[in-house]
């Protein structure tokens, strides 16, 4: 059986859990910010197959859009924030933004 | 779920799954982009298999169309400086960390999906196995008409309050991007406007009643 909500389900565990990896290893700040969005991706993907699994409303995937929404303003202003780090320091290793540190 | 429905599921789930692998795992962020944009058509085959046509439309439209080519804008912009140089992986023991991590959260994940054994139930007008163009009805689940009414009668709100997130998100990006430090970067701005050299001050500095004023 592949076609029932928990296949969507793990498939998006698995998407998100790939994207966490990329986030929490990577030190260049384009990837972790591609990899953030493969995690908003994953959970759009369950939105989406939860309100499959329960089709009558549109829930799930009015939701879905609004994480859409959500997730093309925070890439605009991530990469935003990462040209301003570059002009700062001429880097995008996120390691080395460390101007905070005492 | 018919049969092209499970050959659709499969070939994208499957592509999605490795160009997830491969976004993550390049050294080079453009290649990673493209990889990136390989995983987003792959989500929006997946979201066809569960009737979200317009959806699956918005996908392709944002995400491949802005979001990927906004990536591609900034590692061009940024030129050879966007690939980190040696070392583009953390120390061995934070991998570690981080990956066990993530494996005890999607464990944990996993444990729950294992009792989640709901089969899809049939969509209103919709009959397995039929092509979509031939279903009059089955077209309103997931579709412009369905949609725009779910958006703009049951979540007109923050409909609303999503135009005004991507104004502020316009107008921040905007802001924190221009750059104010009036010290000559090394590559020089070819669109920045030329800041004129200030006039030169007093020696002494303004003084009043409270004191030295700040500039």
Partial sequence: MVSGLASYLGLAAILFGIGAV??????????????????????????????????EDLG???????????????????LAILIALYRLIKTVDSDKADQLRG | MSTSGQLLFTLSAFVALVSAVVTITQRTPLRAAMSLLVHIIALAGLYLTLYAHLLSAMQLIVYAGAVVVLFVFVIMLIGPGSITSKGHLRLPTAKALGAAFVATGMGVVASQIGTVSIAFPSVRGCIEGQRMTQMGECGQFGGVEAMSKALYIDAAIPFELASVLLLVAIIGAIAVARGRSESAPAHPDPWAI???PRPAREAEPIVSQQGVQPR
């Avoid at chain 1, 260049?28 to 995690?39: C, D, P, R, T, V």
């Avoid at chain 1, 995937?61 to 997730?71: D, G, K, L, T």
């Fill in chain 1, 22 to 55: 990329g986030f929490v290893t990577r030190r260049n700040l384009l990837l972790q910010l591609m990899s953030i969005e493969i995690m908003l991706n994953a959970t759009n993907l369950a939105f989406v197959a939860a309100n499959r699994a329960y089709p």
């Fill in chain 1, 60 to 78: 799930g995937q009015v939701f879905a859009f609004f994480v859409i929404a959500v997730a093309a303003a925070e890439a605009a202003v991530g």
């Fill in chain 2, 194 to 196: 030329p800041i004129q």
